[in-house]
């Protein structure tokens, strides 16, 4: 009896331990608060503000380096979309203030670190200034304004 006792409880700490390591996604994240898309890019963008003027979409490159995010704070129109390019050896996971929870605007986080190259973009359907940090690095933190 007790060698079942013993099999069910290492059974029971088998199953949390492996519900406890799946990967979490937003509970309860509006779908119409923007865009999250991570992507891996090889071409370089010089330029801090383009505008696409076919679809009449604009977006905006923050880099992300050593030192934080440059720039930290940034003006752009609703409909705007960010995309923030990693260009450190660190991982880095933009994500929505506050920390650790991204509650302020949940839908903007990148939901995993993004390496050296690759970028994160969002786009902001919504007015209002948003908050943001390096998930993995709090103290960097920047602002994207919408208007």
Known sequence: MNKLITIGVIALVL????????PKSPVNAPEDEGTPV????????????????????????????????EPDAVTVAVGTTVTFRNESSR??????????VHTTLAAFDALRGVAQGETYS?????????????H????????????
């Open 15 to 22: 199953l949390g331990l492996w519900f406890a390591l799946q």
């Open 122 to 134: 969002y786009t902001f359907t919504e007015a209002g200034e948003w908050g943001f940090h390096n």
């Open 38 to 69: 991570a992507t891996e890019e090889t071409q370089e963008n010089d330029q801090i503000e383009a505008s696409d003027e076919e679809s009449g979409e604009s977006s905006i490159e923050v880099v992300y380096t050593a030192s934080g995010y």
């Open 91 to 100: 991982l880095m996971w933009t994500a929505s203030n506050p920390h650790p």
């Open 136 to 147: 993995l690095l709090a103290s960097q933190t920047g602002v994207v304004i919408v208007e």
